[in-house]
């Protein structure tokens, strides 16, 4: 990943946001539909992966590869709703 | 073919792990408004927890050469499919709803913009999602969304605010499903926070 978009995302750089968003959020979801089995579920928590990486975005390293394998780690841990999450924190 | 393979053969495909262009622009509406706002404003479009999985919002991508802006379709267990297919006249969806006997208010919300003010009413019933997905084969005819008259109680109103993007071929249209109790704003579009 450019070494800029990271640490545009670093700063809060909304514009940055989205645009991991458009590259990583169709991954994301496959992989939390593959959590869930769960279109709905799915989305909830691609929802909530992001709105976690936004959250730690201060953790992206300056340089690095893609960010996917944070992301997707990210969702397997994300909370998937009333009956628990898959969270092991 | 042996029992295992004909048996196969009865169940139903499992469903694809794809997110439709709408549901894509619905997703990323979501997610950026929930990081733009501050304090957090109700989610426009829960799509919360798995009960609430068949009356989730639903968008999908929109095709379209000339014709009507908008179809309206009952369907035999009482809900109705609606169909976007120009980002205009949304007075005319909200009239054709009404003829229907389902209280509706219909905004058209284009990308960048937002309803103002929000919320737009102090008295959304919570929990209440009208809106589902298409069947495969309505999907297969253009975007469109099902909506559940019967969850909009006496008294109360639907509240469908249907975000667009594009036109024409490439339009995409998602949607915010909410039921209100009690009086609600009109909606001025205005830029919403990059």
Redesign the interface.
């Known amino acids: 990943m450019d070494p800029s978009l990271r640490a545009r995302l670093r700063d809060g750089d ?2 940055a ?2 645009l991991l ?2 590259e990583f ?2 991954q994301v ?2 992989h939390a ?2 959590l869930t089995g ?7 928590v ?2 909530a992966t ?2 976690l990486a ?1 959250r730690s975005r201060r953790k992206i390293k300056p340089d690095g590869d893609s960010l996917r394998p944070w992301l997707l780690g990210i969702a397997t841990n994300a909370p998937r ?3 628990g999450p898959a969270r092991r924190d | 073919m042996n029992d295992r393979d004909e048996l196969a053969g009865l169940l139903s495909p499992a ?1 694809r ?1 794809h ?1 439709s262009p709408g ?2 622009l619905l ?2 509406e ?3 408004s ?3 706002t501050t304090p957090r404003r109700p989610r426009l479009v ?5 009960a ?2 068949a009356a ?1 919002a639903t968008a999908a991508a929109v095709f379209l050469g000339t014709g009507p802006a908008y179809a309206v379709t009952d369907n035999p267990d009482g809900t109705i499919t609606v169909k976007i297919y120009q980002a205009e006249d949304p007075e005319g969806l909200q009239a054709e709803l009404r003829a229907r006997g389902f209280n509706a208010i219909v905004d058209y919300v284009p990308e960048g913009k937002k309803c103002s003010p929000q919320p737009r009413s102090t008295t959304w019933v919570e929990g209440v999602r009208l809106a589902g ?1 298409q069947s495969e084969a309505e999907e297969d005819g253009g975007a469109g969304f099902r909506l559940d008259p019967s969850k909009v109680g006496p008294g109360q109103v639907a509240v469908l605010e249907f975000m667009v993007k594009g036109s024409g071929l490439t339009l995409q249209a998602g949607i915010s499903d909410r039921v209100s109790a009690g009086p609600v704003a009109e909606c001025t579009l205005v830029d919403r ?2």
Not at chain 1, 38 to 44: T, W
């Open positions: 909304h514009a946001f989205a968003f458009d959020a169709r979801y496959a539909f593959r769960d279109r709905a579920m799915a989305e909830d691609t929802a992001f709105g936004w709703g009333p009956r | 469903p792990p997110l549901r894509f997703l990323k979501r997610v950026m929930d990081i733009t829960p799509v919360a927890v798995a609430v999985a989730a997905p926070a990059p």
